[in-house]
């Protein structure tokens, strides 16, 4: 599980192997989600409106390094961290 970044109590990650659409993983506390990278559309579970927000901004500031991370994990299981949101 590639740990992505870390902000805010907000934790971002891929998986090995994952399934398409190209997505990122977000934990917070108790609260679980996928996002689809390409739209930021929520696939799966959910998150505080406020905290959702967060990770909509960093998503919208990190795409192109999050397709880069997804691509190396998929294929050559190697990734690197993404800057928090400051």
Not at 10 to 38: C, Q, R, S, T, W
Not at 46 to 59: C, D, M, Q
Request: aromatic share 12%; hydrophobic share 45%.
């Amino acid at each position: 599980m590639p740990e992505l970044s870390r902000f805010l109590g907000i934790v971002v990650y891929m998986l090995f192997n994952d399934h398409n659409p190209p997505h990122f993983h977000v934990e917070y506390g108790e609260y679980k989600a996928a996002i689809a990278i390409n739209d930021l559309a929520l696939i799966k579970g959910n998150l505080p409106s406020r905290i959702h927000g967060y990770v909509i901004e960093w998503a919208s500031i990190h795409k192109q390094e999050l397709i880069e991370n997804w691509d190396m994990v998929r294929t050559t299981g190697k990734y690197f961290k993404i800057d928090p949101l400051v």
